[in-house]
């Protein structure tokens, strides 16, 4: 198991550009969840599924779209990156078995700056 | 989402218990409380979570008082690895039966040689 592989690690792009960030995950997890962290501060829930074909907003939603057509994959996309969006970027996974929840696993992060 | 108080910074003796302190005294009754730790820039790791008794797993043991207001993380035998930011976090289980975590800026833990 490869867990939650986000990519690209590192990211410079300028004011006004597009583009995705990527979250996959192979442990067949239903939850599935972004959240941006800023320097010194904790982690902020930006959009979350809870299976494939839904979504939902979290706290920090503006100016980032998302889609989940499988399972697998969670894609982040910014529609048009701006300065204040420099930030660590982090993707989670989990799943409930019953009653219980299992925790996130959180892939390693995207080191975005906009500039 | 109701908020969780944690010292900033605490150090603990390599070896010893760390004991990590966390008030919620606004907690509502369905809320969990989560605990979840970070090294250097990783991603946040899982440790444990509970609602209202005491849990127990390999990583660590959660002691939640009886009238809910206030937990403690016990780290039984500290290592230099355990160094890292500890968030104590408070979060409902959805419909769905996910949860959305509201992360505050934690207790920075330092192991000490």
């Known amino acids: 198991n490869a867990g939650v592989t986000q990519t690209p690690k590192f990211q410079v792009l300028k004011t006004g550009q597009s583009m995705t960030l990527q979250c996959a995950q192979d442990?067949?997890?239903?939850?599935m969840s972004w959240y941006r962290q800023d320097p010194g501060m904790g982690l902020r829930l930006i959009h979350y599924?809870?299976?494939?074909?839904?979504?939902d907003q979290g706290e920090v939603p503006n100016g980032y779209n998302v889609s989940r057509s499988t399972t697998e994959d969670f894609p982040l996309r910014l529609l048009s990156a701006a300065p204040s969006q420099t930030s660590v970027y982090f993707c989670?996974?989990?799943?409930?078995?019953?009653?219980?929840?299992?925790?996130?696993?959180f892939g390693s992060g995207t080191r975005l700056t906009v500039v | 989402d109701a908020k969780t108080t944690q010292p900033p910074s605490m150090d603990c003796a390599e070896g010893r218990a760390a004991n990590l302190p966390c008030n919620h005294s606004?907690?509502?009754?369905?809320?969990?409380v989560y605990w979840y730790r970070q090294i250097h820039s990783q991603g946040p790791q899982y440790i444990i979570h509970?609602?209202?008794n005491n849990e127990t797993n390999e990583m660590a043991s959660l002691i939640i008082t009886e009238d809910r207001k206030s937990s403690t993380l016990i780290l039984p035998h500290a290592t230099l690895r355990d160094t890292a930011v500890y968030y104590c976090?408070?979060?409902?289980?959805?419909?769905?039966?996910?949860?959305?975590?509201?992360f505050g800026t934690g207790t920075r833990l330092t192991i000490i040689p």
């Open positions: 989670a996974s989990s799943y409930s078995a019953g009653t219980s929840f299992m925790g996130y696993t």
């Open positions: 442990m067949n997890h239903e939850y």
């Open positions: 599924s809870v299976g494939a074909g839904i979504t």
């Open positions: 606004t907690i509502s009754g369905n809320e969990y």
């Open positions: 509970g609602l209202k």
């Open positions: 976090i408070l979060a409902l289980i959805s419909n769905f039966g996910n949860e959305k975590l509201t």
